[in-house]
Nanobody
Framework: QLRFVESGGGLVQPGGSLRLSCAAD????????IGWFRQAPGRERAEVSC????????NYAHFVKGRFTISRDNAKNTVYLQMNSLKPEDTAVYYC???????????????WGQGTQVTVSS
């Protein structure tokens, strides 16, 4: 079965940084595009970033561009999201997901992790 485990979330002050990891177990991560999504309470789930299976295509939502960096290490079967210059509005549960393409839409992704909480507060 396909499985993701997200880690690296926590509490950080505004302007701080976190590095999220999405480890895949039970499938070969290199065969999939991987998206990072976030969802705050009462809000719709939104794509933050996506990286294609080969890493040649990378997308960022406008509200994180220039602050976040997505990368993948296929040898470790892991995708990362480096989050810098964090703002309170970045507070959410962050999920990784696997799909065929970087579509920007949650319904286009096939498999999801359990999520990791990111809280940005002073």
């Amino acid at each position: 079965q396909l499985r993701f485990v997200e880690s690296g979330g926590g509490l950080v002050q505004p302007g701080g940084s976190l590095r999220l990891s999405c480890a895949a177990d039970g499938f070969t991560l290199a065969n999939y595009a991987i998206g990072w999504f976030r969802q705050a309470p009462g809000r719709e789930r939104a794509e933050v970033s996506c990286i294609s299976s080969g890493g040649g295509t990378i997308n960022y939502a406008h509200f994180v561009k220039g602050r976040f960096t997505i990368s993948r290490d296929n040898a470790k079967n892991t995708v990362y999201l480096q989050m810098n210059s964090l703002k309170p509005e970045d507070t959410a549960v962050y999920y990784c997901a696997a799909g065929g393409y970087c579509s920007g839409l949650p319904l286009e992704y096939d498999d999801w992790g359990q999520g990791t909480q990111v809280t940005v507060s002073s």
